[in-house]
């Protein structure tokens, strides 16, 4: 008798199966994407909330989430009383310095070390990475005043090396031990020097890890507080340190406060969204393999 006719089901197919165990970890993926990002994604809702809305309903209770109507009041506050300008074009020179400075250097490091095979010093290199920032600081603040770079955006360049250094170094060695040697040792056959290898064989092919490390090198940079807040003067603060000086011993402004801290948060949110693709091409192709 037809098992179908007697009423018997019939047992799922492992074809049957399939389609629900993908369906499973999509759902599964999704909630862990969820869980995982929803947390920061309702902080910068929050903080986008608090600098469109007036000091009035910022301390409202119960809190008032959507503004109505929005201001750009706190913004305008924050450039006109705090001199945001300035400390944005001394970030960008700071950190766009010091990440140049750091792939010209970590670049032709991370390739040599790739190439002599010394993975003992990438961790060399990752531990002056993990190094606590204010151990630089007394070496450095007094080096500073000797030669007179004290407050100056040269000291912080050179300061912001100690962070972008590293980890430019870091990912190209991990990127450069990914590429083919036998492109290289072609062109070391046909009378290429080792710099002609490295810039016309191998700087092309790793495009992706460059890019990933100049992005990690410049959000680290960036954020950076401590060496902004003892190695600057009052003209030459930082981004970071500019928002903690909208805090006053008065009043705590939640409004300015949010809105300087949107400042420092879009430049890099904005890169990050930019090049995208670029970062996952990187990380894809083993942009921060280790040695």
């Known amino acids: 008798m037809d098992i179908v006719k007697a009423g018997i089901p019939r047992r799922a197919t492992p074809r049957a199966r399939l389609p ?57 506050s924050v450039f006109e009383q705090n001199s945001i300008g300035r400390y944005f074009f001394n970030s960008i020179v700071v950190s766009g310095g010091a990440t140049l400075l750091a792939l010209a250097i970590g670049v032709p490091a991370g390739f040599g070390i790739a ?47 100690v962070i972008t250094v590293p980890i430019v170094v870091y990912i190209m060695a991990g990127y450069f031990e990914t590429l083919p040697k036998e492109l290289e040792e072609a062109a070391l056959i046909d009378g290429a020097s080792v710099w002609k290898t490295f810039r016309y064989v191998a700087l092309p092919l790793a495009r992706p890890g460059i890019v990933v490390g100049t992005i990690l090198a410049f959000i680290f940079s960036w954020n950076n507080f401590v060496f902004g807040a003892v190695l600057a003067g009052r003209e030459t603060r930082t981004l970071p340190v500019a928002v903690y000086n909208v805090l006053t011993f008065e009043q705590l402004a939640w409004g300015p406060l949010a809105a300087a801290a949107i400042i420092v948060t879009l430049p890099v949110l904005l890169l990050t969204i930019v090049i995208q693709k670029e970062i996952v091409v990187g990380l894809t192709h083993g942009g921060v393999k280790g040695g």
Do not use: C
């Open 115 to 161: 190439r002599v095979g010394a993975k003992r010093l990438t961790v060399l290199i990752l531990l002056a990475r993990m190094t606590p920032a204010l151990s630089y600081l007394i070496p450095l603040f007094t080096v500073f005043q000797f030669l007179g770079l004290n407050n100056t955006l040269t000291a912080l360049v050179i300061t912001h090396l």
């Open 20 to 76: 629900l165990k993908r369906w499973l970890r999509r759902v599964g993926f999704w909630l862990s994407v969820f869980v995982i990002v929803s947390p920061a994604i309702l902080v910068f809702l929050w903080m986008l909330s608090l600098a469109l809305k007036t000091e009035i309903d910022n301390i409202t209770y119960p809190p008032v989430f959507i503004p109505n109507p929005p201001t750009l009041a706190n913004f305008v």
